[in-house]
């Protein structure tokens, strides 16, 4: 349920002019309910970002999310899959990373 | 991909069955400066209390779909994980808290200006919320115009 609160909650900010990302565990639930921006990630719940006490595969998760939400143009809603990949360099050269990996 | 074969049998029955909500249009927003210059609020859905703050009422029908307001500069370690649902491991945010609310990675963002600035509040709810009309209606408005107020510009969304 998780899932689909931070869909709805990221609607109502969206409308009030609050550009959103969300992450989210589950892709089907993205599917159905359509947030404006979402990152669906592989991890199991209760690990949103990946891993405790690692910080660069924490910052791995939020650069992705960040760069959906830099995102332009698109059609809404955005959904886009999490790689291996993605996100990666960002502590270590500070970069804004690719948005697609390669 | 993440999926439900995490989740006991009845949760998977539950979930397949549950009406979702659809949101319908979509509503969006542009990014008006770029991420380097732009304020960034956190909102967690783990169900994260600071001490003093009442924890959230597992005994309302549907969920609680109240929020408390987080101050950037907690420390992680100070964050109460009240969560209800038995259906995830609960050791990993237990541990570290950043891993659902991650206060240090943003941060830390800001040091680096990937982000211009993080907000001097975020928000935690529980996503425990099976009927969300009271959340869609009051709170999650009630969230937004605090932090309209406090000019962020961009949001992270988290959930558990």
């Not at chain 2, 924890?55 to 500069?73: L, M, N, Q, V, Y």
């Not at chain 2, 937004?144 to 969304?157: I, K, M, P, S, Y």
Request: aromatic share 6%; with cysteine; glycine share 8%.
């Amino acid at each position: 349920m998780c899932n689909q609160a931070v869909c709805l909650v990221a609607a109502e900010f969206e409308r009030r002019g609050i550009r959103t990302v969300a992450l989210v565990l589950l892709r089907e639930v993205a599917e159905r309910v359509r947030p404006p921006r979402a990152l669906a990630l592989p991890f199991p719940h209760g690990y949103p970002l990946d891993a405790p006490g690692e910080p660069a595969r924490q910052h791995a998760v939020i650069e992705a999310a960040l760069q959906v939400l830099e995102r332009e143009p698109a059609t809404p809603p955005l959904l886009v899959d999490w790689a291996n990949g993605m996100g990666a360099g960002s502590m270590v050269s500070g970069s804004q990373g690719t948005a697609s990996p390669t | 991909m993440g999926d439900t074969s995490e989740f006991s049998l009845a949760i998977r029955l539950f979930l397949r069955a549950y009406p979702w909500r659809r949101i319908d249009p979509v509503p969006w927003a542009p990014l008006k400066k770029p991420l380097s210059q732009s304020r960034l609020a956190l909102v967690s859905t783990a169900g994260m209390v600071l001490p003093g703050q009442p924890r959230f009422d597992e005994t309302i029908k549907g969920g609680d779909c109240s929020f408390r307001e987080i101050p950037a500069a907690t420390v992680p370690g100070q964050l109460v994980d009240t969560h209800r649902s038995e259906s995830f491991d609960h050791r990993g945010v237990q541990s570290d808290p950043n891993l659902a609310f991650p206060l240090e990675r943003v941060l830390e963002l800001a040091a680096r200006g990937r982000i211009g600035s993080v907000n001097d509040r975020h928000l935690s709810f529980m996503g425990s919320i099976t009927a969300p009309g009271r959340l869609t209606r009051d709170s999650a408005p009630a969230a937004a115009a605090l932090l309209v107020a406090d000019e962020v510009d961009v949001a992270l969304l988290v959930p558990v």
